[in-house]
């Protein structure tokens, strides 16, 4: 591309990421891009733009070569897929920040580009603001990494530090969340860790060489906290985090899962509050670095967006260079023992699990908490019934393995 002349966009979607990247654009006048057409679903809808802003068909959108930019901001993910694709079959450069698409088709989006020459960039797909995705594709392109996590879901972590630090009620914080824009259009997919889920099978594909289909990949939430859970992460020292992780066993095998963990100050993640992301990148020689910034909200997520236009325009595209190196790319390790506290009233729960080590926690009318182990197959192949019980369950630490001073304290309070 001309670098000299003014790059023409077209935008798809103009809510919270779509608007937050047109407004940046409007205050950083001498950036050389322009949004050129708008394209939205809904005419009726009232927005922050004259009518005349905006185009409702999308296939004239996507046939205007005068354009040399495609954004793709819109929250329904099937959408999003037919037109990324679409735009990619015809060799367009494109920039999302759809992370369930990405999550859910990637493979099929790196087949595209192959086939077609189009080039998809999706910085802002992951934590928001955070430059995680080039950082870990590039910086770390060749080094192995023995561990990413970190938390990924900015409402639930704005909604996690309400209730530790405000003492806040549950459906305040969420409604908060939402009304500042952090949440989804589903704010399910915030609380019950699908989000996270989704950023980190695009996470894993970069840090590790492995495409991880959402679907085996475990993922709890914080829809189904008590105030019983709360009280005890808080007799433990502890505030609550939803961690998004993956890591390599000894044995070259991947943990992937999403789950809330009690988090105490000598943790890392302690220090990210409110709707910021933290991502710890564990490098083999270079050790665990910890990147924290906002994740959430129209600014920092349309600065993502921003990053990856004037990329996209100097003509970067992602090597993925660990998936094309990767010749073995690393089995899940369904053996992984993690240590987890479960709170549920469907006592068959804790022997579907097949939890051992078990120790109680607390008994209350129907309802029961307990400790244990439980193996990552175990939880993959349950998770639809933990969710079903309206059961609670987390880690007793980030890293799954344990966290022995705290179980001593729990045995003294339950004798
Ligand atoms: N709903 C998402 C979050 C927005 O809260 O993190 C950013 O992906």
Known sequence: MDSHRLLKIGLFGFGCVGQGLY???????????????????????LRPL??????????????????????????????????????????????TANKKLVAYHLPELLALQQEFGGVLLYEAAVAGGIPIIRTVEEYFSNEPLER??????????YILSQIF??????????????????????????????????KLCIL????????????????????????????????????IKMVASAHLTADGELVPV????????????????????????????????????????????GAAVLSDIVSISNGYSYGYKKLNKTTNAPALALDFELE????????????????????NVQRDNDTFSVLGTVTLGNLIKNQDHIRKAGAYIMALSSDFVGAPARKVKVQEQVS
Do not use: M
């Open 204 to 239: 894993a594909a970069h840090a590790f060489g492995r495409t991880i289909a959402p679907e085996e990949l475990a993922f709890f939430g914080i829809d189904y906290l008590s105030d019983a859970d709360v009280e005890y992460a808080k007799q433990s020292d502890s505030v």
């Open 50 to 95: 004259p009518t005349e802003s905006f185009t409702y068909d999308w296939h004239q959108v996507l046939q205007d070569d005068s354009l040399d930019i495609l954004v793709e901001a819109i929250s329904d993910a099937n959408e999003a897929y037919t037109i990324v694709a679409e735009a990619l079959r015809r060799g367009k450069k494109v920039v």
């Open 258 to 301: 999403v789950l809330p963990s009690l988090v105490d100050a000598s943790d890392d993640l302690f220090v990210v509050e409110q709707e910021f992301n933290g991502v710890v990148v564990q490098g083999t020689y270079s050790g665990p670095q910890l990147f924290k910034g906002r994740g959430a909200g129209g600014h920092p997520t």
């Open 148 to 157: 990413v996590h970190g938390i990924l879901n900015g409402s639930s972590n």
């Open 23 to 45: 407004d940046i654009l409007s205050r950083e006048e001498a950036l050389p891009f322009k949004v050129e057409r708008i394209c939205v679903k809904d005419p009726t809808k």
């Open 165 to 198: 630090k405000l003492q806040k009620g549950y459906a305040e914080a969420l409604k908060e969340a939402q009304d500042k824009g952090f949440a989804e259009l589903d704010p399910w997919l915030d609380v019950a860790g699908a989000d996270a889920r989704h």
């Open 340 to 359: 987890v506290y479960l709170r549920s009233s469907e006592p068959e729960l804790v022997a579907a699990l097949g939890l051992t080590n078990l120790q």
